[in-house]
Every structure is written in structure tokens, then in C-alpha cells.
């Protein structure tokens, strides 16, 4: 794996300071899948949780397959180990919705938070979510829902909330929760020869009522693009 370290300094440095018990709550995301965004975010979010205070949370939009979990599980040497899972929600309130509704064993609806769970990773700052996917029952589906009250409610429980939102060439996520957030930052890898794609999900998330804060460029050793000069201010 490429050492992002530097990167991760610089671009936790970029957010400035949080309010005084609020969380700032930063979203990341690709116009096209394979940019390397689930990277950056990890890394993010494992880079701040070694310097903060509070607790560093990494959410992942992608809830029918938790990928940033997977990773974070397969890696205990470099993440640490996973703790014991607990409701990745501090007041019942979750950022999607099951369609339809299924009724627990008391035949009662299941609350949408109940599908969602987080574990601690190598200790009590750092924490990831993991979608429960077993429990959708027939042609259940989760929807990412354009609402505040997940952010707001974690944010009184942690200092930085990372966000991994699938890329926009097969998601809209990001443009879903981009007015919720504090700051959406785009990825473009290394390799990234085209500025259209970036600057036309820039002009989405501002569109969506979202604050895009800037953009990094997934590198190991190579020469900034020139078209992304001229995206960034």
C-alpha cells in the first residue's frame, strides 16, 4: 500500500477546526468508481483517529456491501483488531430507509437504525459501520434518505465523521447527504487523464446544495495532471 501519511496530514490540516463538541463531518467521493476514494477515506479516518481526542468514525454509503469493513477486518495489523459490535446509532435515527418495512418477532416495525452496526477498531477512537445485509428479508432494499438527523446526532459523539460514498457514475449518494455535511472532497487517481468528470460532480454537489471543499489526487509518485491545475482554485 502506498504510505498516504503525508497526504492525510495535510488534508486533515485543510478541514481546520472543529466547533466545540461538534463534529466536523466530511464526505468523500469519485465521479468514477476505481479512483481509489474507499483508500483515502480509510487512511483518513485511521490517520485522525491516532491524533484526536474524540472518537473518528468512518461511515460507509455503500450499505449492501461494506466494503470499508471488509477492510478494515482484513487488515488487523495495520487498522487494529475489530471490538465488539453495538448500534452504530446514538438516538435511533439512521440516513436511510428499508423499503418495505419488516415487523420484528414482538410485530413491531423494525427501526432503519437497527440495520446498521459499528464496531471499535484497536480501541475506543476509531470506528467503522457495517450495514446488517443478512437481516433484509425478500426484496427489501436500503435508500439513502436526504436527511440531518444522523449527522447531527453523531456529531455530539465524535470529532471527525468520515464519509466513503460510492462514486457518482453509480450511486447518488453523495449528492443525497452533500447538504448535511460540512464539506464534500473529491478523489482522482493518479492516473486520471480527463478533468470532465470531476469538475461536472463538483458543479452536482454544489447544485445539491453542498459545499465542495476540494479535491485529492490519489498519488503514489507522478506529476499532478494539468487539467486538475486548473480545476483546483
Known amino acids: 500500500m502506498v504510505d498516504l501519511t503525508a497526504e492525510m496530514a495535510q488534508l486533515l490540516a485543510s478541514l481546520g477546526p472543529a466547533r466545540a463538541g461538534q463534529a466536523r463531518v466530511v464526505q468523500l467521493v469519485a465521479a468514477s468508481s476505481g479512483e481509489g476514494t474507499s483508500t483515502v477515506a480509510r487512511e483518513l479516518a485511521r490517520f485522525a483517529a491516532g491524533r484526536a481526542r474524540r472518537p473518528v468514525w468512518l461511515i460507509d454509503l455503500d450499505l449492501m456491501n461494506s466494503p470499508q469493513y471488509a477492510a478494515v477486518a482484513g487488515d488487523p495489523a495495520r487498522y487494529g483488531?475489530?471490538?465488539?459490535?453495538?448500534?452504530?446509532?446514538?438516538?435511533?435515527?439512521?440516513?436511510?430507509?428499508?423499503?418495505?418495512?419488516?415487523?420484528?418477532?414482538?410485530?413491531?416495525?423494525?427501526?432503519?437504525?437497527?440495520?446498521?452496526?459499528?464496531?471499535?477498531?484497536?480501541?475506543?477512537?476509531?470506528?467503522?459501520?457495517?450495514?446488517?445485509?443478512?437481516?433484509?428479508?425478500?426484496?427489501?432494499?436500503?435508500?439513502?434518505?436526504?436527511?440531518?438527523?444522523?449527522?447531527?446526532?453523531?456529531?455530539?459523539?465524535?470529532?471527525?465523521?468520515?464519509?466513503?460514498a460510492p462514486a457518482a457514475d453509480r450511486s447518488r449518494a453523495a449528492m443525497t447527504i452533500a447538504p448535511f455535511v460540512d464539506f464534500t472532497i473529491l478523489v482522482v487517481a493518479a492516473d486520471g487523464a480527463d478533468g470532465t468528470g470531476p469538475a461536472s460532480l463538483r458543479d452536482a454537489i454544489h447544485a445539491a446544495g453542498g459545499q465542495c471543499a476540494g479535491l485529492v489526487f490519489n498519488r503514489a509518485s507522478v506529476e499532478t495532471p494539468s487539467f486538475l491545475k486548473a480545476f483546483l482554485p
Open 81 to 164: 483488531a475489530l471490538g465488539r459490535a453495538t448500534a452504530a446509532s446514538p438516538d435511533g435515527s439512521a440516513f436511510f430507509t428499508i423499503q418495505p418495512p419488516a415487523a420484528g418477532p414482538d410485530g413491531r416495525p423494525w427501526r432503519d437504525s437497527r440495520y446498521l452496526i459499528a464496531h471499535p477498531v484497536g480501541g475506543a477512537n476509531f470506528w467503522v459501520t457495517r450495514f446488517r445485509r443478512e437481516a433484509l428479508i425478500g426484496d427489501q432494499t436500503a435508500h439513502v434518505m436526504p436527511t440531518g438527523d444522523y449527522w447531527n446526532a453523531l456529531r455530539q459523539h465524535a470529532e471527525l465523521v468520515v464519509i466513503d
